[in-house]
């Protein structure tokens, strides 16, 4: 099993992340609305969950990392959902967020977008997972559902994700209208609480609607690069960026401050029911952009296998 290191991360009150992140949403976004609400059921649509809500026993795990990406893919690093949330001590638990899919189970690199319930002693895993790949036939996105593609619950390489029991309760919801500021949706309340809490780490994980405008997003290619990928622009070139339409469903993870353990500090990958998803990078239309979220603090940060070579 991969090794597992676990830090307790500071826990504020929901009101008060409230206002520490809307005082810097305002500087970014010209209409900012922050406030504790009972959480949405998002097992309707558009989310279209497993579990209803982003509550209980809530927490984050950074899984594997971009050095068994890049330079070169280390195709032997592949993990398991239900392996992960019995490592993090909350077997059965809820998972979104983002990462990479294992070549092993699809024999393609791709995005991978989760969202998806492991199985515990009662049930089988139920996974509502998106996959966005670049199509073979004409470079377009291709995104197709996890089960189509399918049996396992693997992912490979690198993920961030928030796990809870999905459950109904209190989250923040944040909607914001009109960029005015270079930070994007995510960064900009990453930002807000390092600013705020400096040293002390502050995880949160969640959903999110890019509900008006286009966002610019990238999908890893199928085939990993014949030539080792050494510096960002050789990443870049090989990455292939799209512009996307909303409606955009991300799943989101991101913490304050890295304590020391090799953390990639935010991760946003979005689906859609209209054939579009990838990893989030910004919007591009910043006048028509609107953002409406759900977050909750995680209670625990969880390091698994962390790349130990540089
Ligand atoms: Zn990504």
Redo the contacts with the bound molecule.
Sequence with gaps: MAETEKCVLLVPSLVEISSVLKSKLQKNFAEVSVTVIECPDLSQAPFDFPVKGLCGKPRIADVGGVPYLVPVPRLHKVYNVNTVTKNIDLPGAYILG??ATSHRSLGINA?LIFSVQAECTSASAVNKSYVASVSPTDGSCLLEKYRDKSNDNDFGLLSNLYACEGKSGKVIEVNVKQRIGQDNFVSCMRKSLHEYYGEKVVGMGGTFLIKEGKAKLHIMPREFSACPLNTDEDVNQWLKFYEMNAPLICQSVFVSHDPGYDLRLE?T?CFSHHGEGG?YHCDTTPDTIEYVGYFHPAEFLYRIDKPSFN
Excluded: V
């Design positions: 983002a990462g995005e991760h990958h990893h």
